[in-house]
């Protein structure tokens, strides 16, 4: 108020330059105006009306203050964690790991590109028609948008490829069709599933989603999580977000395959220098496209140190994606996990023809006399199957490692 006056009496001795009369006048209403608010606001005073909403003012403060502190101080726990073991660790990254180690969101969540994507579909559709709802297109974009990220491919010939070997040999000019076939190492990327693999994972958690088959996700082998963060948007574009994502891998590479299982496990370790990847840069790939919350769930170790741990606390699966390569760790994920699968679900087999892997689930079927319709991904590499019946787990066999 003061301001306001001080305001007017600057332009008033102006105007009286000009106007004294005009100038007095205004000057003499301001003072008028601000004796009334002044009386009024002191009679309102007395009668404790201030008071009563300095109080509530204060009282919501607290409150606010109160639910703030109540939700840092109790995370969203589906079990009991951070939990670990000698060389295991079951853990919530939102929660349980320092942020500033996982850097910062750089997309907005799902909603928010679809909605915007919504707009402008529902702009382009007054002048240039289409059959397909806005909706199902502006998903489309959304994850196609994110398929690229994940995989590099929007960076063009800035994305490299890394020479496939057991030591490092630097890089190699990129090529898009074979990225598209997840036929190469990425460079930059997060993933080295490839297009057709990540469109794989959209289909069948669209399908689970539509067939109304309840249970979480679980990837076992996630490299730098490029794969799970695709499939976490999915379920979040889908209204899922209740459905949980294990993220479990060694984050130090594959096994030395000296538990003797299968004569194809020998060396695997050797290509440490590439997949062993820190776990805050898998967690920070969920931060960075917007995707981190309580239901992301990492487990890291070898998969017999880690599978029998989930098998304690998880409920239900709908989607197991195996990306673990050799015999010990498919047979790990398969005998722990799968009775965990619900019918109707899928088990996804990312590394299928000519990997040690294959051999476990053929030798898994066989003893469980169970004979699913396998179908592969794109050129065979990989291949998945729908359960259709419940499978008594021969559990003895995993115990005394007689599995063939």
Known sequence: ??????????????????????????YTTM??????????FTLWNEGGHVKNIRQSLLAGSRKRASDETSEVSEPKRPFNMPVSGDR??????EYDMDNSKLGPSLFAPPQQFIDTFSKRLEWLDQTIKSNESVADRAQ??????????VTATVFNEAEKSTIMGRSNQGTKQFDLET?????????????????NRLDNIWKLLKQVVEDDISGDYIETGVWRGGASVFARAVMN??????????????????????????????NWDDMHWYLAIPEELAAGNFQKYGLLDHNVI????????????????????????????????????????????????????DDW????????????????????????????????????????????????????
């Open 353 to 404: 023809k000519g990997f040690p892997s294959k051999t476990a689930c053929e030798d898994f079927f066989r003893v469980h006399e169970i004979k699913p319709e396998i179908i592969p991904i794109g050129n065979l590499w990989s291949v998945y199957w729908k359960k259709t019946e419940e499978v008594d787990i021969q559990f003895w066999r995993y115990e005394q490692k007689k599995f063939k």
């Open 179 to 195: 990225r598209r076939e997840g036929g190469d190492w990425a460079y930059f990327g997060d993933t080295m599933v490839g297009w």
């Open 140 to 149: 489309e974009f959304y994850l196609e948008m994110l398929k690229s990220s």
């Open 237 to 266: 574009m889908y209204g899922q977000h209740h459905r949980r994502s294990f993220v479990c891998d060694s984050f130090e590479g594959l096994p030395p395959g000296d538990r003797n299982l299968d004569k194809g496990d020998k």
């Open 298 to 349: 990492f487990a890291k170790g070898f998969f017999n140190e880690t599978m029998p741990e989930i098998k304690k606390r998880a409920e239900q699966f709908s989607i197991m994606r195996l990306d673990g390569d050799m015999y010990e760790s498919t047979v790990d994920v398969l005998y722990n996990l799968y009775d965990k699968l619900q019918v109707g679900g899928y088990v996804i087999m």
């Open 31 to 40: 003072l008028k105006i601000s004796l009334v608010l002044v009386t009024c």
């Open 88 to 93: 295991w660790s079951l853990f919530q990254p």
């Open 1 to 26: 108020m003061a301001r306001i006056i001080r305001g007017r009496l600057s332009g008033g001795q102006h105007d009286q330059q000009r106007n004294g009369e005009t100038s007095t006048s205004n």
